[in-house]
């Protein structure tokens, strides 16, 4: 039987000196970043202590955090270095990285595959994304490479497309006897959307483009991104046709598709149209969770309801919005401007002195809160906020034919690794075959489980 255990370090607060976080110059931001880093690289037990690489410490159904922060969190790591130059931590990403690839290099491993939602899987395959994207470090020989694995994602969820509901879309769980396989979500979607978008710009593969613009149409026309207002909802149930819409916002999936539309743009070579999605989607995204100009999760943060991972959202949305303002430039000094403010009220509520540093996560109030049991996630937001400002002056994200190719070890079509899921743009599954799919990923999975235990 394996066995978790939560290993995650307890900091007190209110020790020692008070700590002064600066980001006054590029110099006073990288070292609050390497500060940050080690503060939340603490909390990360990896394989050191017995725990499953990848993995926050204590998972679902014995902990707090889902499978899915775990890619968050190593993304985060990677931008860090990125943005740094510090390769403190790119042993550990790398270990935790290939660990949840499971077996067909997918980020389908059996011990989660029971409980697998588009949105986790998805997520994971952003990692593997960046890494690519920044020429992360080359992997262990014989191994796919960053990009060849986010294909491989994309191709698994190609075959999950449903359009014999709601017209289109993608569902939030994979297996049939997951609750939510009846919910539609932007989560699952705009990460579609943005994993295609970033693809399109990495290949040249212009079918992953005609994917992910086909997934924006559907996300408009079934109204979970208002054509009128670009505020990101929710999403909604299937048996309805999807018109009873949950129109909650949450930072997170607002943040994916506004970065895919800077994919988009920057990959039409900023064509008028994207130009026009991507202003407001940037517009709506800043004045809808930057009120004063500092980041609040509207949805649950005023109500203190918040749940574990919402706890990490403005991470994802310092992150992404400082991406999109490298792929559009001329965005940079609207986003860049109010991400900083966001950031410096974000370390002004972090609190205690070396043996005791912790931050919290209700930035606005201008002190610290106590977080949630472990604070992951709130450690997540300070560290992302600060690494975000480093990217100006930066180049974007690189392609395969403007350097990317660190890590290739296959010789697929894009140049960087072999495939081995469907070919992009297979044509969308029956009904039937979807439920064969939902019941045959739910058994194998409930397999994984017994066998585990």
């Known amino acids: 039987m394996m066995i978790y255990t939560t290993t995650a370090v307890t900091l007190l607060a209110g020790l020692g000196a008070a700590q002064k976080f600066s980001i006054a110059t590029h110099d006073d931001i990288v070292a609050s970043a390497k500060t940050l880093a080690s503060d939340l690289m603490a909390l990360y037990s990896g394989d050191q202590t017995g725990e499953t690489p990848g993995l926050l ?3 679902p159904p014995i902990g707090d955090y889902y499978w899915w922060e775990g890619a968050g969190f190593l993304a985060t790591f990677i931008d860090y270095w990125h943005v740094t130059g510090d390769e403190t931590y790119n042993d550990v990403v790398t270990q935790g990285l290939l660990f949840q690839r499971g077996p067909n290099d997918n980020y389908m491993p059996p011990n989660v595959t029971a409980q697998l939602g588009n949105d986790d899987q998805c ?3 952003l990692a593997s994304m960046i890494a690519a994207e920044n020429n992360f470090p080359e992997l262990p020989k ?3 490479s960053w990009v060849a694995v986010a294909e491989n994602v994309f191709n698994n969820m190609v075959v999950r497309y449903d359009d014999g509901t709601c017209g289109g879309g993608l569902r939030w769980q994979v297996p049939l006897s997951n609750s939510g396989y009846n919910y539609k ?3 699952s979607n705009g990460c579609y959307f943005n994993l295609g978008a970033r693809l399109a710009r990495y290949t040249g593969n212009e079918t992953y483009a005609q994917q992910a613009v086909q997934t924006w149409d559907w996300l408009t026309s079934v109204g979970f991104i208002d054509n009128t207002t670009f505020a990101v909802f929710d999403g909604a149930h299937v048996e309805g046709n999807c018109t009873d819409i949950n129109k909650a916002q949450f930072s997170y999936p607002a943040a994916l598709v506004t970065q895919g539309a800077a994919y988009m743009y920057n990959y039409t070579q900023g064509s008028t149209l994207w130009k026009s999605r991507l202003d407001s989607l940037t517009t709506a995204t800043l004045k809808i969770f930057f009120p004063k100009d500092i980041a609040v999760e509207v949805a649950c943060e005023a109500r203190a309801t918040c749940t574990t991972d919402m706890f990490s959202y403005k991470n994802y949305l310092h992150r992404y919005l400082a991406g999109a303002a490298q792929l559009a430039p001329y965005t940079a000094d609207k986003i860049l401007a109010v991400l900083k403010t966001s950031a410096q009220a974000a370390v002004g509520q972090c609190t205690g002195g070396d043996s005791g540093r912790q931050c919290g996560f209700y930035w606005a109030d201008g002190k610290f809160v106590k977080p949630s049991a472990t604070g992951v996630g ?5 560290l992302g906020a600060v690494e975000a400002l480093l990217v100006e002056g930066l180049a974007g ?3 395969a034919a403007t ?7 296959g010789s697929g ?3 960087s690794g072999t495939s081995t899921g469907s070919t992009p743009g297979a044509s969308h599954t029956s009904g039937a075959r979807r439920a064969e799919i939902g019941l045959v990923a739910g058994l194998i999975g409930l397999m994984a489980l017994v066998m585990v235990n």
Request: glycine content about 24%; overall charge negative.
């Open 397 to 399: 994200p690189v392609t």
């Open 378 to 382: 709130e450690q997540m937001d300070v």
């Open 185 to 187: 979500n932007t989560m």
């Open 403 to 409: 350097g990317g190719g660190n890590g290739t070890s």
């Open 413 to 415: 079509s894009s140049g």
């Open 142 to 144: 014989g191994q796919a």
């Open 57 to 59: 410490p204590g998972p």
């Open 123 to 125: 997520a994971w395959a």
